[in-house]
């Protein structure tokens, strides 16, 4: 009994090792739910509202055992297929431009990797700006004790973000962390909007009025070669955003069901609790805005 009751923790002690990982705890980020089980399937949807900390390599070995699995309707790589229609709208953040945004991440288990957090337009799938509002090149190492300013950091919203955000959907605040060597890639998505000017709203983002449009199928971000903290990152192509699509996503059917599932956990609420005990500054690279 004693060994079988020794080879269980054994064998939940390397689960919880294995299946450690990470995600954006605050501000609060995209949940899975109704929308993105129509989009990316059941089977996936429960590998994610069972373990919200996993990575984008485990879902896509989830799909292979759905028959019905379509890449383009759940595009995975995107928020790894959470919906803006499965946040309460309370959840989309209202920012100003120029706007510092605290923000938490929680890593359950490390593996070294690189790290950023980039404002994306969803519909084109590519980062706004120049590059990166702030990145790590050695992130979560296991070697040592994960820096506070990894888990704790500041951005800044660009002053020069204009109407790109402007609804609910047309961006995500996107967290990217990327465990090459073992080929493990995480991501959290925070909805937000840039108000375009109104001094008066900052309290109140608007419900978000249509399910996010979707990218183009699994295209990746943009790898830029330049080191983000590099002051001449001359975006060789700013990217132009084109207006949002009118066809809603294809996986949002779904989405009309209102009840959104509570996933946030007692002890990521006791974690988000702690992180609102005081904040680190992080090293955070300086954009030169134009
Ligand atoms: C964020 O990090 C990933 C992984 O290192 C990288 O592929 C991607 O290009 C980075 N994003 C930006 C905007 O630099």
């Keep these: 009994m004693v ?7 054994g064998v939940a002690a390397l689960a919880t090792t294995v299946l450690g990982h990470g995600y954006v705890i605050d501000p609060p980020a995209r949940k899975p739910g109704p929308a993105m089980a ?49 946040s309460p709208a309370q959840n989309v953040q209202s920012f100003r431009p120029g706007q510092v ?9 490390p593996h070294e990797g690189t ?25 979560a190492s296991n070697a040592a004790p994960i820096p506070a300013d990894q888990t704790k950091f500041d951005v800044t919203i660009p002053e020069d973000i204009g109407g790109q955000c402007a609804q609910p959907g047309d961006c995500v605040l996107q967290w990217y962390w990327d465990a090459r060597s073992i080929d493990q890639t995480y991501e959290a998505c925070v ?15 608007p419900a978000p009025s249509s399910p996010p449009p979707v990218a183009s199928p699994t295209a990746p971000l943009p790898t830029s070669s330049a080191s983000p903290t590099a002051s001449s990152a001359t975006s060789s192509a700013a990217p132009t955003p084109t207006a949002a699509p009118q066809d809603p996503v294809g996986g949002g059917s779904g989405s009309g069901d209102g009840s959104v599932p509570e996933s946030f956990t007692l002890d990521t609420f006791i974690a988000w609790l702690r992180t609102k005990a005081g904040g680190n500054n992080a090293r955070r690279h300086a954009r030169q805005l134009m």
Excluded: H
Excluded at 191 to 205: M, N, R, S
């Design 3 to 9: 060994s079988s009751t020794k080879t269980l923790f």
């Design 38 to 86: 129509a989009a990316c399937g059941q089977q996936m949807f429960n590998n994610q509202n069972s373990d919200i900390y996993g990575n984008i390599q485990g879902e896509l070995q989830v799909a292979r055992n759905q028959a019905d699995f379509d890449a383009s309707k759940c595009n995975v790589w995107q928020c790894k297929g959470f919906q803006l229609a499965d």
């Design 101 to 109: 945004v605290p923000m938490t991440v929680e890593i359950r288990a």
């Design 115 to 139: 790290a950023n957090v980039s404002i994306v337009s969803t519909a084109s799938n590519t980062v706004i700006g120049s590059g990166p509002l702030i990145s790590w090149d050695v992130y």
């Design 191 to 205: 909805d937000f909007v840039v108000g375009g000017g109104g001094g008066g709203g900052d309290g109140q983002a």
